[in-house]
């Protein structure tokens, strides 16, 4: 069984700049959450994905986008960085969108912008 | 709004418990227990529904008031493995995806 993996596992751009990360979900898992998890911070909700539609969001700017594709991997994009925007970035994947699913995590995208 | 996590961290010896608690402003309908190590992605401990709810893990278990909207993760005779961050995600009762919403965890260290 493939665990949630995520890449690149480090990333440093330039405030302005955008940023592509990727995550490949578990095996079996269909639905797709993002996280951003400031340092010393607990992670924060971004959005999640199931069949390739954004299911959920939680409060932050459209300049955080995302994709979910028929394999169930997604990307989460981001534009216009911003030096708030560096954060560790953990995508975790679940069976279903239901309220009681378990989350499995990536171990994530360290993302600095300077 | 952010449940509130206490202590914010605590240090102990091999053997001995613990005890950390997650509390929130907000009816909640769940309450989902992570550690994570430094470096690593956070692993799944244990989900808690509204109904007061105790389960165990190993030496490691966990309550849920739902009138106080408090949660408690108890470590019994703690191991060395037991060290990292822990962090309480709540799910409210309104429904929705809405994600978790985490506190901003517990470091436990967990000397020999």
């Known amino acids: 069984e493939t665990g949630v993996t995520q890449s690149p596992t480090h990333l440093i751009k330039t405030r302005g700049q955008q940023v592509t990360l990727r995550c490949s979900s578990q095996?079996?898992?269909?639905?797709v959450s993002w996280y951003q998890q400031a340092l010393g911070q607990g992670p924060q909700f971004i959005f999640q994905?199931?069949?390739?539609?954004?299911?959920g969001r939680g409060n932050f700017p459209p300049r955080f986008s995302g994709l979910q594709f028929p394999n169930y991997s997604s990307e989460l994009n981001v534009n216009a960085l911003e030096l708030d925007d560096s954060a560790l970035y953990l995508c975790?994947?679940?069976?279903?969108?239901?309220?009681?699913?378990?989350?499995?995590f990536g171990s994530g995208t360290q993302l600095s912008v300077l | 709004q952010q449940p509130v996590q206490s202590p914010q961290a605590v240090i102990l010896r091999e053997g001995e418990d613990a005890v950390i608690n997650c509390s929130s402003s907000k009816a909640l309908y769940s309450v989902h227990w992570y550690r994570q190590k430094h470096g690593e992605a956070p692993v799944f401990l244990m989900i808690l529904l509204k109904g007061g709810e105790q389960k165990g893990h190993e030496k490691i278990s966990a309550s849920f008031n739902e009138k106080k909207q408090q949660s408690s993760l108890y470590l019994t005779a703690s191991q060395l493995s037991y060290s990292g961050t822990y962090f309480c995600?709540?799910?409210?009762?309104?429904?929705?995806?809405?994600?978790?919403?985490f506190g901003k965890g517990t470091h436990l260290i967990i000397q020999p």
């Open positions: 994905y199931y069949r390739e539609e954004e299911n």
């Open positions: 995600g709540t799910e409210g009762s309104g429904g929705g995806a809405d994600g978790l919403t």
């Open positions: 975790a994947s679940s069976q279903g969108t239901g309220r009681n699913e378990k989350l499995f």
């Open positions: 095996s079996g898992h269909n639905t």
